[in-house]
T-cell receptor, first 112, second 113 residues
Framework: KQEVTQIPAALSVPEGENLVLNCSFT??????LQWFRQDPGKGLTSLLL?????REQTSGRLNASLDKSSGRSTLYIAASQPGDSATYLC???????????FGQGTELSVKP | NAGVTQTPKFQVLKTGQSMTLQCAQD?????MYWYRQDPGMGLRLIYY???????DKGEVPNGYNVSRLNKREFSLRLESAAPSQTSVYFC????????????FGPGTRLTVL
């Protein structure tokens, strides 16, 4: 059974720091992995989707990597800003229908 | 582009009442999903529809029913609401199942008293 874990549960950094969020999964036979952002009281915003054949995907200051063999993905945020404060979730589909299994999320706080 | 829309945004029900949560997407996506989000439990899939005309159970389907009305709309019905169904409900869609990104709606906050 696929399980997705995100550590740490919370992270606080000063503005301007580069940071890495971690996501691990137990079954390496994945189609892809998706990173989301959730602001308090809001829905999920898709940040990046990495296909199983890719090792990296970039969008602006965000870079996501995928290592299927070790069951790990990282989300790198460069030059963090207070506006990056949110909960970041990773998720993997467990069937062709797209059923997603989510990690518990990392709550990021970027202090001015 | 509105993306994924959900109605209502908030709802309070009494135990035993019924209601339907509405979801619509304007991205011509084939697959649609209903999740619930609870503190400490994270996001869990209730039902999904991989394509128009099909629906399948997710992790927590008990107490819910769904209807894929057409390609755009996917509704979630609570026939007899229970306090355990107090949650935030999210609808999502993707172009084609697991191959593509899922896009989420803004959510419905439901309280069952």
């Amino acid at each position: 059974k696929q399980e997705v874990t995100q550590i740490p549960a919370a992270l606080s950094v000063p503005e301007g720091e580069n940071l890495v969020l971690n996501c691990s999964f137990t079954d390496s036979a994945i189609y892809n992995l998706q990173w989301f952002r959730q602001d308090p009281g809001k829905g999920l915003t898709s940040l990046l989707l990495i296909q199983s054949s890719q090792r990296e995907q970039t969008s602006g200051r965000l870079n996501a990597s995928l290592d299927k063999s070790s069951g790990r993905s990282t989300l790198y945020i460069a030059a963090s800003q207070p506006g990056d404060s949110a909960t970041y979730l990773c998720a993997v589909p467990v069937n062709q229908g797209g059923k997603l299994i989510f990690g518990q999320g990392t709550e990021l706080s970027v202090k001015p | 582009n509105a993306g994924v829309t959900q109605t209502p945004k908030f709802q309070v029900l009494k135990t035993g009442q019924s209601m339907t949560l509405q979801c619509a997407q304007d991205m011509n996506h084939n697959s649609m999903y209903w999740y619930r989000q609870d503190p400490g439990m994270g996001l869990r899939l209730i039902y999904y529809s991989a394509s128009e005309g099909t629906t399948d159970k997710g992790e927590v389907p008990n107490g819910y029913n769904v209807s894929r009305l057409n390609k755009r709309e996917f509704s979630l019905r609570l026939e007899s609401a229970a306090p355990s169904q107090t949650s935030v409900y999210f609808c999502a869609s993707s172009e084609r199942g697991s191959y593509n990104e899922q896009f989420f709606g803004p959510g419905t906050r439901l309280t069952v008293l």
